[in-house]
């Protein structure tokens, strides 16, 4: 089993539209998560933290289910610009990260 | 201002050929990354250093070295590259998390290694 696991897509969706994308982890001990943007040929960037209460951005949410080692992110009318890759990231222990191979969003207008 | 800076940011290098990498950081992080990352695949870590301390990955192979001589400077050798190790390498810095977790990580822009 992937220590990360995300569907890779892709989702197209209209602009406007909301989207979800899920991702499930398999080490119970990780502490921190995240979501990364990486744009093509580009390198990744926070897009937020996950938080165990769930945290909100503007038009982005972010939720984690420890029980489930499961987390998603919301994205709420998706604009042009959204269209890229979403890393999900799961602390791995000792200093290290483990990333997701991604979902890809393509918005069309 | 750019605060992870990676060096050069395309590299073109010939089979067997020893290639440099750098990568410079003004956040005086502690901890710094190097990734290989191939298209459509996630960020690999190859190893990364905890200050001074040197922490490899178990299956990062030998022809992959690295070099940290001060806190803002990682440089990635690669002693022989092969055809397989055309990629995009990136460098990351983080402070240290306490206890054995991880904190946000700070990427820089790549170097798009390229195999003749």
């Known amino acids: 089993r992937k220590e990360v696991e995300q569907d890779p897509g892709p989702f197209n969706v209209p602009e406007g539209a909301t989207v979800a994308f899920n991702c499930t982890y398999s080490?119970?001990?990780?502490?921190?998560f995240f979501w990364y943007r990486q744009d093509c040929r580009k390198e990744p960037k926070l897009l937020m933290s996950?938080?165990?209460s769930g945290n909100e951005d503007g038009r982005f949410t972010a939720q984690l289910n420890r029980a489930s080692q499961y987390i998603s992110l919301l994205i709420r009318d998706s604009k042009l610009s959204d269209s890229a890759t979403y890393l999900c990231?799961?602390?791995?222990?000792?200093?290290?990260?483990?990333f997701g191979t991604g979902t890809r969003l393509l918005v069309s207008p | 201002d750019a605060m992870v800076i990676q060096n050069p940011r395309y590299q073109v290098t010939q089979f067997g050929k020893p290639v440099t990498l750098s990568c410079s950081q003004t956040?005086?992080?502690?901890?710094m990354y190097w990734y290989q990352q191939k298209s459509s695949q996630a960020p690999k870590l190859l190893f990364h250093?905890?200050?001074?301390?040197?922490?490899n990955e178990a299956d990062t192979p030998d022809n992959f070295q690295s070099r940290r001589p001060n806190t803002s400077f990682c440089f990635l050798d690669i002693r022989s590259p092969g055809l397989g190790d055309a990629a995009m390498y990136l460098c990351?810095?983080?402070?240290?998390?306490?206890?054995?977790?991880?904190?946000?990580?700070?990427f820089g822009p790549g170097t798009r290694l390229t195999v003749l």
């Open positions: 990351a810095t983080s402070t240290p998390m306490t206890g054995t977790g991880a904190d946000t990580q700070y």
């Open positions: 080490n119970s001990a990780s502490q921190s």
């Open positions: 996950v938080y165990s």
């Open positions: 990231v799961v602390d791995g222990g000792f200093q290290k990260l483990v």
């Open positions: 956040l005086n992080h502690n901890v």
């Open positions: 250093y905890y200050d001074k301390d040197f922490n």
